[in-house]
């Protein structure tokens, strides 16, 4: 990623025009109101490259101070987080050893049952062929042995899942409680897990005015590619700490050495 500092007032408004105008943020809303989408690729460098830098100072330099005190735009975007409630009743839980660390869409379910050794479907008790839940089969009682083989049904899906990581996220039923597996971060939103990451912002102060770091994501990433973004975010993979973790990041991401971001 690169980095730019703008006002932090005008960074708000950049960020969002950037978002909201963004072809491929458009194609990614999209396919999340889609109840399943079998496949999906990342947006073209092209199509991506639509919000410059150019265009992000531009509206910084239209934005103005405005009212601080205005938190609607904050709220819309709670709102947004939040859409799709009606739709709840599309997914079923998926159970680790009696507690929800997941849903799961019904149309995603039909792809399990393939795999009998490794997710038991759990039909419901009204008689209408409906599935209740999802849960694992009972001979995989370890975290390692529900991480392997949950993994080989990952890769025996194939293009259904795209953009794998090799990355690994801790499944939980919340945070900081006991792993009960680990599994492939591209698949986590298709069982519906609970994924954590850390986010950081920075800026700086010159002439009496605080400017805020922007960072524009590489054209050629799996999500979100050419937006707008955060100095340094990640998500929390499996084994390692937020402080550690925003460590790594921050060299990664912004070039920022661990002697500085340890201060």
């Not at 038991?120 to 392997?148: A, F, K, M, W």
């Not at 939103?189 to 770091?213: C, Q």
């Not at 590489?218 to 925003?246: F, R, W």
């Amino acid at each position: 990623m690169t980095a730019i500092a703008i006002s932090v007032s005008a960074a708000i408004a950049a960020a969002a025009v950037a978002r909201r105008r963004s072809p491929a943020h458009i194609q990614l809303v999209a396919r999340r109101r889609l109840p399943f989408c079998t496949a999906a690729s990342a947006a073209p460098a092209a199509a991506a490259a639509g919000f410059s830098w150019a265009d992000a100072l531009r509206v910084a330099s239209d934005a103005g101070v405005g009212d601080e005190s205005d938190l609607s735009g904050y709220f819309r975007k709670v709102d947004i987080c939040n859409r799709g409630m009606d739709k709840k009743g599309e997914f079923v839980e998926f159970l680790v050893e009696d507690q929800v660390v997941g849903y799961i869409h019904k149309g995603f379910t039909e792809h399990l049952r393939d795999f009998r050794d490794v997710f038991t479907i759990v039909p419901s008790h009204n008689g209408n062929n409906t599935v209740e839940h999802v849960t694992l089969h009972s001979s995989l009682r370890t975290p390692e042995d529900r991480t392997i083989a949950i993994g080989d049904v990952i890769k025996g899906l194939g293009d259904l899942i795209p953009g794998i990581r090799n990355e690994l996220y801790p499944v939980t039923s919340s945070y900081g409680m006991p792993v009960y597996f680990s599994l492939e971060r591209a698949a986590a939103p298709y069982f519906g897990i609970k994924a954590y990451g850390v986010h950081m912002n920075g800026y700086i102060e010159k002439d009496g005015e605080k400017s805020l770091w922007i960072a524009k994501r590489s054209d050629v990433k799996q999500t979100y590619p050419g937006m707008l973004d955060h100095l340094v975010a990640g998500g929390l993979p499996y084994g390692i700490s937020c402080k550690e973790n925003v460590i790594k990041e921050c060299e990664e991401e912004a070039g920022i050495p661990r002697s500085m971001s340890t201060k």
